[in-house]
């Protein structure tokens, strides 16, 4: 497992770290507002280490084509079984997320002391490091059935439509037609809640993944 998890380092594109730089015309332009520990600052930043992460994920897996058949058989190659292979592909998205975290924290420390921008980092709070987890398994939950199925290009564009509708609907949930009993429980508990779905989310896409992998023949 150790060994699969390192070649994902080593494969890894280099550009893919620098995503974060992306974020900063974001971050400057909300200043403050995204400034202590509400729920909005944490939506946002956990949705930062979400699309970070996802990205991350998407360069590693980004060939297409006949690349990712040659690249199946390369793998299937070596002496671990497939199942060993598609866990190590959702350990490895604790591992984006450590790396998207670390890197976010970096850009905001550089914003409040070289660009003087008045950001209280809520993203040290625990709270923003366990939902911006969730935010990742979520959003890359999604991407790898969809990869091994019909491959990167389809994988990738949902997964980039999924993080616009999460970024849409953490602004208007209050607004949607559901019942008084849901939203409360998501209102009072939901980082309890969020996690809770997700957790059947990975369970379900996993067994999936799994499923199509197994089955294919490369």
């Given at each position: 497992?150790?060994?699969?998890?390192?070649?994902?380092?080593?494969?890894?594109?280099?550009?893919?770290?620098?995503?974060?730089?992306?974020?900063?015309?974001?971050?400057?332009?909300?200043?403050?507002?995204?400034?202590?520990?509400?729920?909005?600052?944490?939506?946002?930043?956990?949705?930062?280490?979400?699309?970070?992460?996802?990205?991350?994920?998407?360069?590693?897996?980004?060939?297409?084509?006949?690349?990712?058949?040659?690249?199946?058989?390369?793998?299937?190659?070596?002496?671990?079984?497939?199942?060993?292979?598609?866990?190590?592909?959702?350990?490895?998205?604790?591992?984006?997320?450590?790396?998207?975290?670390?890197?976010?924290?970096?850009?905001l420390l550089i914003l409040k002391y070289v660009a003087h921008v008045p950001i209280a980092q809520?993203?040290?709070?625990?709270?923003?490091?366990?939902?911006?987890l969730c935010c990742c398994y979520f959003m890359n939950s999604i991407f790898y059935p969809l990869?091994?199925?019909?491959?990167?290009?389809?994988?990738?564009?949902?997964?980039?439509?999924?993080?616009?509708?999460?970024?849409?609907?953490?602004?208007?949930?209050?607004?949607?037609?559901?019942?008084?009993?849901?939203?409360?429980?998501?209102?009072?508990?939901?980082?309890?809640?969020?996690?809770?779905?997700?957790?059947?989310?990975?369970?379900?896409?996993?067994?999936?993944?799994?499923?199509?992998?197994?089955?294919?023949?490369?």
């Amino acid at each position: 497992m150790l060994k699969l998890l390192l070649m994902e380092l080593y494969t890894q594109k280099k550009i893919s770290f620098f995503i974060p730089v992306i974020l900063l015309p974001l971050f400057l332009s909300l200043g403050d507002k995204i400034s202590g520990t509400d729920m909005f600052p944490t939506l946002i930043f956990s949705l930062a280490v979400g699309f970070i992460s996802y990205f991350m994920t998407s360069y590693s897996n980004s060939n297409t084509g006949e690349t990712d058949k040659l690249q199946y058989k390369l793998l299937l190659s070596l002496p671990v079984s497939r199942t060993l292979l598609i866990s190590a592909k959702y350990v490895m998205v604790c591992v984006w997320w450590l790396i998207s975290y670390a890197w976010l924290m970096l850009v905001l420390l550089i914003l409040k002391y070289v660009a003087h921008v008045p950001i209280a980092q809520p993203i040290f709070n625990w709270q923003v490091a366990f939902f911006s987890l969730c935010c990742c398994y979520f959003m890359n939950s999604i991407f790898y059935p969809l990869y091994y199925k019909y491959g990167f290009r389809v994988a990738n564009v949902i997964g980039i439509l999924v993080f616009f509708t999460l970024s849409n609907l953490a602004g208007k949930i209050n607004s949607l037609p559901i019942p008084a009993n849901f939203t409360a429980l998501l209102f009072d508990y939901p980082l309890a809640a969020f996690a809770t779905f997700t957790a059947v989310l990975i369970l379900l896409t996993y067994t999936t993944t799994l499923y199509i992998f197994t089955k294919a023949d490369y």
